[in-house]
C-alpha cells in the first residue's frame, strides 16, 4: 500500500501573538491569529497526513468551534494524527513542506522543526524536507498579511482494509 496526501493552510498575521511554526516560537512583531496556536506547518502536515489515509481534514477532527482546541498546541495534536497513521498500519515515506512568508528568515529554525516533526512522526530528519518562500512581495503572503503552508506526504504499509 502505497499513499500521497497534500495539505495546505493559512492564517492570517496579527499583532499580539506568537509565531509558532513546525512547533517552535520564532521572534517576530507578528503571529498568526487562530482558535490553536495557529501553526500553520503543522496544520498543513496535518492535512497531507489525514488525506493520505483518506481522513478528511483537521476540521473535521479538531474544530475550531470546539473550546478544547482553543490555544491548542498543533504539535500535540499532530501526535494524535500519527498516532492514528501507525493505527492504520502505515508509515512516513518522506514529507516535504513549504512555508510561504515575506519575513522573518525561518531557515535558521529548520534544524529545530525537523527535529520536532522527527520525534513526532518516528521517523529520521532525513525523511523530512523543509522549505520557506517568499511571493516576491504578490499577494496575501507578499503584503505580509499572512502565511501559508504547503505539505505533501508519502506513506506505505498495510491497513487492513483494502
Known amino acids: 500500500m502505497f499513499r500521497i496526501g497534500f495539505g495546505y493552510d493559512v492564517h492570517r498575521l496579527v499583532p499580539g501573538r506568537a509565531l509558532v511554526l513546525g512547533g517552535v516560537q520564532i521572534e517576530s512583531r507578528l503571529g498568526l491569529e487562530g482558535h490553536s496556536d495557529a501553526d500553520v506547518l503543522t496544520h ?18 479538531f474544530p475550531d468551534t470546539d473550546p478544547v482546541f482553543g490555544g491548542a498546541d498543533s504539535m500535540v495534536l499532530l501526535e494524535r494524527v500519527a498516532g492514528w497513521m501507525r493505527d492504520e498500519g502505515l508509515r512516513l515515506n518522506n514529507l516535504d513542506a513549504v512555508v510561504v512568508a515575506e519575513a522573518p528568515k525561518l531557515s535558521p529554525h529548520f534544524p529545530a ?19 520557506a518562500t517568499t511571493t516576491e512581495g504578490l499577494g496575501f503572503c507578499g503584503r505580509g498579511e499572512g502565511m501559508a503552508a504547503h505539505a505533501v506526504v508519502s506513506l506505505s504499509g498495510e491497513t487492513g482494509r483494502d
Open 44 to 61: 498543513a502536515v496535518m492535512d497531507a497526513l489525514l488525506g493520505a489515509m483518506g481522513k478528511g481534514d483537521i476540521g473535521r477532527h
Open 113 to 131: 522543526m525537523l527535529e520536532n516533526f522527527s520525534r513526532v512522526l518516528g521517523v529520521a530528519p532525513e525523511r523530512i524536507n523543509l522549505k
